[in-house]
């Protein structure tokens, strides 16, 4: 038996799988050439971010398929999209703090290391993901009734 996903689902499945495709980029650079290696999402607080990540697939499996998130599974996912964003936003706040270490020393932001572009990437679509299940943004697609209101 097929069932199909709710475009709501499907949409925040889509940005769950942008922001866990920005774990795979880098969160920290090297500032200049140095011995010290980028770093991906996938260590200190962008676990945080991986799991907000699957909380959103799960929750986009939970519940009726066909309808959009409502109850639970619309505070599970917002939730989720929330998780996303914090897990990236605390790296950035380490790492522009210089709580970030780096060959087990603390570095500060203009030292040594600069965020890198998947870190952006997670902190907009955890962002995004939040205003799109909360319901900030709607979809260009949805349907609104074009009849005007009767005549009293």
Known sequence: MQQNLHQQ????????????ISLLLNWSVPKVF??????????SW???????????VAAAF????????????????????????????????????????????????????KPGTGLFICLVAGLAGFAWVYGLIKSPNATTSSTPPPNP
């Open 9 to 20: 689902k499907i949409t925040a499945l889509i940005i769950a799988g942008l922001a866990f």
């Open 34 to 43: 140095a011995f010290v290696q980028s770093k991906n999402g996938f260590n």
């Open 62 to 113: 939970m519940g009726n398929r066909t309808k959009p998130y409502e109850g639970q599974t619309k505070q599970i996912a917002t939730a989720a999209f929330a998780l996303v964003a914090l897990g990236a936003a605390l790296y950035l706040v380490r790492l522009l703090t210089g709580s970030e270490s780096v060959l087990g020393e603390s570095v500060k932001f203009n030292d040594i290391l």
């Open 46 to 56: 962008g676990l945080l971010s991986l799991l907000g990540i699957l909380a959103v």
